[in-house]
């Protein structure tokens, strides 16, 4: 009978390398909203006291092709990078308040704001000046127009303390055309960063 320690191996590598392989370029791992109740309501680990039909029943459900990758996020889910820094992208708004000479989405788009914090969990002050945020439509493609909207904005520029979060936001909009969903990546470009590794993707609706 096999153990409980191997039937974990086998969810999470499934007959193949490729999945495994890809830990020796990971930024980072995934921090999902709600993980944490899910984790005190079942104990998946290799010590766990589930019996065995159990842990496959609330932990082994999923092959590892639906399981999502660190780096596929929705709102709300956190990267953590290797060093300890930590990004969240918290929401999609849509806009609905401008200043007098802010930018205004064409009749034919949706104009949006994307808002995410980044909490330096380093040792030393993060200069995210070293970053960049990118966004595309998710439901059928389209490219975004940026938007200059100063009231309620706070683009990314500067640099965050240990210990320390800071909030920053993009002003956008999206042809109507291609929906309300959008993907955001997130691309750091420090000495940290593994240009081979995959940035941190999240996929959310414009509410």
């Not at 490729?18 to 930024?27: M, P």
């Not at 956190?78 to 990004?87: L, P, R």
């Not at 918290?90 to 064409?106: N, Y």
């Not at 966004?135 to 975004?144: C, D, F, I, K």
């Amino acid at each position: 009978m096999r153990t409980r320690a191997a039937l974990i191996a086998i969810v999470i590598c499934a007959g193949t390398l490729t999945a495994c392989d890809a830990a020796d370029h990971q930024q980072g791992k995934a921090e999902r909203a709600g993980s944490a109740a899910a984790s005190k309501s079942a104990d998946c680990g290799p010590d766990s006291n589930l019996s065995q039909s159990d842990w496959i029943d609330q932990c082994g459900s999923l092959s590892p092709s639906e399981k999502q990758p660190d780096t596929e996020l929705a709102v709300g889910d956190t990267f953590v990078y290797n060093d300890g820094a930590k990004i969240t992208v918290t929401s999609i708004r849509r806009l609905t308040a401008f200043g007098e000479w802010d930018d205004r989405p064409d009749a034919d788009q949706t104009g949006y704001r994307v808002s995410w914090s980044i909490t330096n969990g380093t040792k030393k002050p993060l200069d995210v000046d070293q970053w960049s945020e990118s966004e595309q439509g998710a439901t059928n493609g389209g490219e975004v127009t940026m938007l200059t909207v100063e009231k309620g904005s706070h683009s990314m520029t500067g640099r965050i303390a240990p210990g320390q979060t800071g909030t920053f936001t993009s002003e956008s909009s999206l042809s109507k055309s291609n929906g309300t969903k959008i993907v955001i990546t997130m691309t750091r470009m420090d000495d940290q960063a593994d240009m081979l590794a995959d940035d941190p993707h999240w996929t959310g609706t414009i509410n």
